[in-house]
């Protein structure tokens, strides 16, 4: 059985703080996760470089040839029962 004149309507906040987007994001204002990690400049920087093919790997990368048994496991669904 609820009770309206026990429940009291305050605004709601959450207890949870996201780490992207939500009110900070929505009121361009840098959130105090976020203020902490930008005087920091650890780690590397992203760069627009493409990035490399298979053929490009060196062979100690490359993948594995698959064999014919191998090959049959995976087309049939896995190992049979």
Do not use: C, H
Not at 11 to 37: D, E, H, T, V
């Amino acid at each position: 059985m609820v009770r309206p004149n026990l429940v009291l309507l305050t605004k709601r906040i959450p207890l949870i703080q996201f780490r992207k987007g939500g009110l900070a994001a929505a009121s361009n204002k840098p959130g105090p996760s976020q203020q902490a990690s930008s005087g920091e400049t650890g780690g590397k920087k992203i760069t627009g470089e493409a990035a490399i093919e298979d053929w490009q790997l060196p062979a100690r990368f490359a993948r594995k040839p698959i064999d014919a048994l191998e090959a049959e496991y995976i087309n049939n669904g896995g190992v049979p029962n």
